[in-house]
Structures are given as C-alpha cells and as structure tokens.
C-alpha cells in the first residue's frame, strides 16, 4: 500500500539554527499539505501546494519558514532560524487532488529546539 | 472563521463497552466531516468520512453522524477493546476552492483490558 514519506523522523536542534524536512507523497497525489501539531492539539495547515504551486500559506510565518515543491512531487518545509515554540510535529499530507477526498498522512517530524 | 471542538479531552472505559465521542464545529458550510486516529507519536490514519449530503458513515465497530444543521458529529464505537486506544481526531473540510481542513484538539481514548 502506497504511503507518504517523511524523514527524519526525529530532529533535535538548538535555536537560531536551520532544520530542513521532507516529504514524498502517495504517487500520482497532486495536493500536498504541511501541517504543525503542538503536543494536544489538532494539526494546523502551513501550506497547502496543487502541483508546485502554493495554494494557501496563509499560516506560514513566512519570516522564518519557507516551503517548496520544485517538481510537482515531493517538498521540502524549512525553518530559519528556528526558534523554542517551534517544537512540535510536523505532518505532512497528500490527496489526488484538493477537493472532498480524504488526505493521507505521512508518519510525521518530531522537531525539538533546545 | 471554522473552528472544531471535542469534548471530552480525555476518556477512560473499561474493555466492551460502547463509547460516543463529540465533536462540534461553528460553520455549517462544510463539504464533509472526517475522523481519524493517532497513535502516540504518530501520524494521522483516516477513519471514515461523511459527505455533507449523508447522515453517517460506519465500518466496522465505527458508526460516524453528521448533523449539520447543528453543527455536531458523533464517532460511535461498539465493543471496545485496548487496540481502541488511541487520540481520536475530527476534522471539517470547508474553505472556498482551497478546502480545507480544520481539526479539533481530539479526545485521548484509553480502553482498559
């Protein structure tokens, strides 16, 4: 069964340093999604991409993050510098296409700035 | 702006019994309703989605309803078990174009052996 890859799955950094994670989506999927949960919360959307281009990231603090999906396939979610509040798990998402279907999450990023 | 709410937060049953788990969501213009689970550490696997035209949804020991008039959703769960243990997560697609979801913070669900 196809499924969304992410790496690392773990990532331990001090503050004001750079992290960098990726994703690759189920194959054929042209909507992919980041996400940030902090401990007990329910995910929250960063961006959203149709193909490579950005669709929302309204959410993004775009002061010290930045997304890419250069191809259409998969992306890279980057943080600098990163900060305390920063720590959480970073998930990312795929579905066929935005719209109604179900997304299918990748195993997630646990991100710990020190 | 879309916002979801679960209550409980957390929730403690002994093994076979059936449970209900709430969710409530202030805009009723939703195009569906998904729950999913999370295990510790982990990332989201989807449960069952129900169309904004439909009632509920089941697979099964899962039955899911949809009443959107009144904003709320239900995950029912038949008979559980200690596997049943998890964060159970609900979510609204709403948005314009962009569709999107909006979580609730999840009910953490521990079933005793």
């Known amino acids: 069964e196809a499924e969304v890859a992410q790496s690392p799955r773990y990532k331990i950094t001090e503050k004001s340093q750079a992290v960098a994670f990726w994703c690759d989506p189920i194959?054929?999927?042209?909507?992919l999604y980041w996400y940030r949960q902090i401990l007990g919360q329910g995910p929250e959307l960063l961006v959203q991409?149709?193909?490579?281009?950005?669709?929302?990231d309204s959410q993004l603090p775009k002061d010290r993050f930045s997304a890419e999906r250069l191809k259409g396939v998969d992306s890279t979610l980057k943080i600098q510098p990163a900060e305390l509040g920063d720590s959480a798990m970073y998930l990312c998402?795929?579905?066929?296409?935005?719209?109604?279907?179900?997304?299918?999450f990748g195993p997630g990023t646990r991100l710990l700035v020190l | 702006k879309q916002e979801v709410t679960q209550i409980p937060a957390a929730l403690s049953v002994p093994e076979g019994e059936n449970l209900v788990l709430n969710c409530s969501f202030t805009?009723?213009?939703?195009?569906?309703l998904q729950w999913f689970r999370q295990d510790p550490g982990k990332g989201l696997t989807s449960l069952l989605l129900?169309?904004?035209?439909?009632r509920e949804q089941t697979s099964g020991r899962l039955n899911a309803s949809l009443d959107k008039s009144s904003g709320r959703s239900t995950l029912y769960i038949a008979a559980s078990q200690p596997g049943d243990s998890a964060t159970y997560l609900c979510?609204?697609?709403?948005?314009?174009?962009?569709?999107?979801?909006?979580f609730g913070s999840g009910t953490q669900l521990t079933v005793l052996p």
């Open positions: 998402a795929s579905s066929p296409r935005t719209g109604i279907e179900t997304q299918y």
């Open positions: 194959s054929g999927h042209a909507t």
């Open positions: 991409f149709q193909d490579e281009s950005v669709v929302d």
């Open positions: 805009d009723s213009a939703i195009y569906n």
């Open positions: 129900i169309q904004s035209s439909q």
């Open positions: 979510a609204a697609n709403s948005g314009g174009s962009a569709r999107q979801l909006t």
